[in-house]
């Protein structure tokens, strides 16, 4: 008998590139460096697309939406969150959390986190309360320290 929940753990990094867009959550953050990707490189979707997909017990995002197809760029990661959803949700889940910590030492998030978690939950078709977004710094330690770029930690719980 499979458990009435699931439990999935995701992590994504990018380096910035000054001459993109940020998006994180499926928000634009306006005046902050974007990252690169063959995406539009939403590292929190990313995080979070491969928390799902783990919870499911299905392959990672590279599998389903692989860098090495043309389809995938330039994509809007909400429009693959999406589709990560409705596999989930077609194999009989559906997201009881998401819990992400945003690791950068630049831009600040607090003001755009109410704006990223209204997102996040219209995709993941859940309430707001069940979508967590801590922005958090690496205290000039390593490269995200360094400000090279951000990385993503991600846990995901699945309901049946």
């Given at each position: 008998m499979s458990a009435p929940f699931r439990i999935g753990v995701g992590y994504d990094s990018h380096v910035f590139d000054p001459s993109r867009p940020l998006f994180l959550g499926g928000v634009e953050i306006p005046g902050a460096p974007g990252?690169?990707?063959?995406?539009?490189?939403?590292?929190?979707?990313?995080?979070?697309?491969?928390?799902?997909?783990g919870a499911a017990g299905l392959p990672d995002i590279g599998a389903h939406f692989p860098d090495t197809d043309l389809r995938w760029k330039g994509a809007d990661s909400a429009r693959l969150l999406a589709a990560c959803v409705s596999e989930i949700e077609a194999a009989g889940w559906r997201v009881g959390n998401i819990d992400a910590a945003v690791?950068?030492?630049?831009?600040?998030?607090?003001?755009?986190?109410?704006a990223i978690r209204a997102r996040m939950a219209g995709i993941l078709h859940c309430p707001e309360d069940c979508v967590s977004v801590k922005g958090k710094t690496n205290e000039g330690m390593d490269d995200v320290g360094a400000r090279v770029g951000i990385c993503v930690h991600a846990v995901a719980l699945l309901v049946r």
């Open positions: 990252l690169r990707g063959h995406s539009d490189a939403d590292v929190l979707l990313h995080a979070a697309i491969d928390a799902l997909f690791v950068a030492e630049t831009p600040k998030l607090s003001p755009h986190l109410p």
